[in-house]
């Protein structure tokens, strides 16, 4: 299955609406803590943990050195990119790299994790004093798929259960909100049509990429959200997804 959501990532985080979408808004925020942490005028060291295929890792070297983190299996390599980014492997590399990130992100990684709490406490051990996390997680239970089974997910969340395990693990939280609110309904009716037509067939993912003009009709539309909530205009009350932002305080 983890394979299987490798696949589709690959194919399609490059171009497809929402992987696009999510890329404006969750990059607004990594701006906003990168200048928190004292950027241009101190480059930075950014992690991406759980960082995939390494398709974000170009847009996050503006701001000093950067690299990944995953489970680097070797049947997974034929989906990796951008190679000139150092990776490190999630089970032996990072002991050695606490204290060592002043900025980190973790997109749509924590709903993979067993214990959330301690995932996001070894996230913060992996910060310099002060440093930040960017994270992104699917919002709802009740908007379980097939998406979140070939990606092996253990939850989803609300923006009041993604707080408390900030906070359980030591995390300030500085800003969190929902996003892809004006989907919401679309992705609602989506998921439960599915549920009732193929409630016996094998899970598949819900992500396609549809025709060139409706594509681009729901990234700007995705995208104008993303602006909103990315420069923290606007804390939505309800998406498909949730961002936030948290700070190490010792």
């Not at 992996?126 to 930040?132: A, F, M, S, T």
């Not at 997910?153 to 923006?159: L, Q, V």
Request: charged share 30%; glycine share 6%.
């Amino acid at each position: 299955m983890q394979r299987e959501g490798f696949r589709v990532t690959a194919v399609h985080e490059a171009d497809h609406w929402w992987f696009r979408s999510r890329r404006d808004l969750f990059l607004r925020q990594v701006a906003r803590a990168a200048h928190d942490l004292g950027f241009p005028a101190h480059p930075l060291r950014l992690l991406d943990f759980g960082c995939g295929t390494g398709f974000n890792l170009s847009y996050l070297r503006e701001y000093g050195e950067v690299c990944g983190a995953d489970r680097l299996r070797p049947e997974d390599r034929e989906f990796g990119r951008h190679d000139e980014f150092p990776r490190l492997d999630l089970e032996r590399d990072l002991a050695a790299r606490e204290g060592s990130f002043h900025l980190v992100t973790a997109l749509d990684v924590l709903e993979h994790l067993d214990d959330d709490v301690q995932g996001l406490r070894e996230l913060r051990r992996l910060l310099v004093p002060g440093g930040q996390i960017v994270l992104t997680v699917p919002a709802y239970d009740w908007l379980w798929s097939g998406e979140d089974v070939i990606s092996e997910h253990r939850r989803r969340y609300t923006r009041s259960r993604i707080v408390r395990a900030c906070e359980a693990a030591g995390l300030r939280v500085q800003y969190a909100s929902y996003f892809n609110l004006a989907i919401l309904p679309a992705m609602a009716s989506v998921v439960w049509a599915r549920r009732l037509v193929a409630r016996r067939k094998e899970p598949r993912s819900n992500l396609w990429m549809p025709w060139p003009w409706l594509n681009q009709t729901l990234y700007a539309l995705c995208s104008q959200e993303a602006s909103w909530v990315g420069a923290q205009r606007v804390s939505l009350p309800a998406g498909t997804s949730i961002i936030c932002r948290v700070r190490e305080d010792r």
